[in-house]
């Protein structure tokens, strides 16, 4: 006999053109909604090649996930208005206007996990993007597989966040003119806040339970990202990158060929 999971398969698609939107949803078997944890997520995928976006979409759907779709700037604003999604992949390249903007104008409206697509091994597109609040991104070509995988990623870190705001850990941590609030997850360097985004947060967190301790790329992708292998070993050091500028450069120490450090106030 075949399982629930086995039985049953649901999957929905919007595209959004010029403003149009169509949806469409198909189903197979009469089983129950599959019961993982992605199977209601919204993920907007805001892409102009159709070929890439037809990808992007054929496997999300088959982790579960409700798809919508925009090609340009303006309607991936849109979109994110008014379906509201969990998270967003989007590419930086885009018709109207970029994906930079369409980052800065959805973060504007409410906090949105952006896993963000580039076509440039540009390290200086990166931290641009992580500035306007992507939290992770990907360089083209890349695999459907690792993709999939970063966005369950992102949304396992969106539900922590969320337990940890019902159950917060009492106090502030101060380390010098450093403070982590974990309860109302705020940042301040000389009593002034620090706006962070979700993975540079949680990055700093990680960092700052165990200070002056070297902590390798690897542990803090397993730390902070979820992931067992060392493929995203830049998207630390970038994160990284980005961390320094909001927080003070002399604050993460570098250990070439290991890993980084939180820095702390001599006792």
């Known amino acids: 006999m075949k399982t629930a999971t086995q039985n049953y398969v649901r999957c929905a698609t919007t595209r959004v053109r010029g403003g149009a939107m169509e949806q469409t949803t198909t189903s197979q078997g009469g089983?129950?909604?599959?019961?993982?944890?992605?199977?209601?997520?919204?993920?907007?995928?805001?892409?102009?090649?159709?070929?890439i976006v037809d990808a992007i979409s054929a496997r999300l759907r088959a982790e579960g996930f409700l798809v919508q779709t925009a090609t340009d700037g303006p309607a991936?604003?849109?979109?994110?208005?008014?379906?509201?999604?969990?998270?967003?992949?989007?590419?930086?390249?885009?018709?109207?206007?970029?994906?930079?903007?369409?980052?800065?104008?959805?973060q504007a409206q409410r906090p949105v996990p952006v896993l963000m697509l580039t076509a440039r091994d540009d390290e200086t597109d990166m931290l641009v993007g992580l500035g306007v609040g992507a939290d992770d991104y990907m360089t083209k070509p890349f695999s459907m597989r690792e993709l999939a995988a970063r966005v369950h990623v992102l949304l396992r870190r969106v539900e922590r966040a969320a337990l940890a705001a019902v159950t917060p850990r009492s106090g502030i941590l101060r380390l010098g003119e450093l403070e982590i609030d974990h309860a109302q997850r705020r940042v301040r360097v000389k009593a002034e806040d620090v706006h962070l985004t979700p993975t540079e947060f949680d990055l700093l967190v990680c960092l700052a339970n165990t200070p002056r301790a070297v902590l390798s790329r690897e542990q803090l992708l397993a730390e902070v990202w979820d992931w067992a292998d060392a493929s995203g070993t830049r998207t630390v050091d970038s994160h990284i990158k980005a961390l320094r500028r909001k927080i003070g450069a002399e604050r993460i120490r570098t250990v070439h060929g290991v890993g980084y450090a939180l820095e702390t106030p001599a006792p």
Do not use: H, I, K, N
Not at 76 to 102: H, I, K, N, R, T
């Open 31 to 51: 089983a129950a909604p599959y019961p993982s944890a992605s199977a209601q997520r919204r993920v907007l995928v805001v892409e102009d090649d159709a070929t």
């Open 76 to 106: 991936a604003v849109d979109a994110a208005e008014a379906w509201q999604p969990d998270l967003m992949v989007l590419d930086v390249m885009l018709p109207g206007f970029d994906g930079l903007e369409v980052c800065r104008r959805v």
